[in-house]
């Protein structure tokens, strides 16, 4: 990305301090979308990362990951997996529980939309620790499928997200440090 273009999307980027609680700066992705220009920008991109990859299928993390997986499955002509919180989704599933700073929480993806062997990208606005990544990343594991990468259009690295990752490739638009 050149420097023009991560000035333009780090302008885009709202940021909220002390939400969700005091201490913490929340970079706000939703800012991104009401910037038409920008969020084009955002799935340009995706398409020119991974065009060319042997990428199978898209999942993508509940509710910010849906936003910039879908325009970009269906500009590769490539299946989206929805990934979900618990007890979202009618069919049957697989699941993954994972801790989170105060507690804990469980996805889902249904069993009839991960196929074996193929190869999945894993789509969320931001990557922070990775663990909501790596839970999703088990989802699909549990139904034989491959995840060869993770995209976040932000990044927080300092929160060390590559090692919860490793080792699928990690890859974001832009990267915000001392998070």
Known sequence: ??????????????????????????????????????????????????????????????SRGFLFSAPFAERLSIPQILVRKKGKLPGETYSCKYALEYGS????AHKADIEKGKNYLIVDDLIATGGTLA????????????VTDFFGVIGLPDLNYQKALAPAKVTTLIDFHGA
């Not at 709202?14 to 913490?24: A, L, T, Y």
């Not at 839970?135 to 491959?146: D, H, L, P, W």
Request: aromatic share 8%.
């Open 1 to 62: 990305m050149t420097e023009s273009e991560n000035n333009l999307l780090d302008k885009a980027i709202r940021r909220v301090p002390d939400f969700p609680k005091p201490g913490i700066l929340f970079y706000d992705i939703t800012s991104v979308l009401t910037k038409p220009d920008i969020f084009k920008f955002c799935i340009d991109k995706m398409v020119e990362l991974y065009k060319d990859k042997k990428i199978d299928a898209v999942a993508a993390v509940e």
């Open 105 to 108: 929480a469980e996805i889902e």
């Open 135 to 146: 839970a999703a990343r088990n989802v699909i594991e549990q139904g034989g499928g491959i």
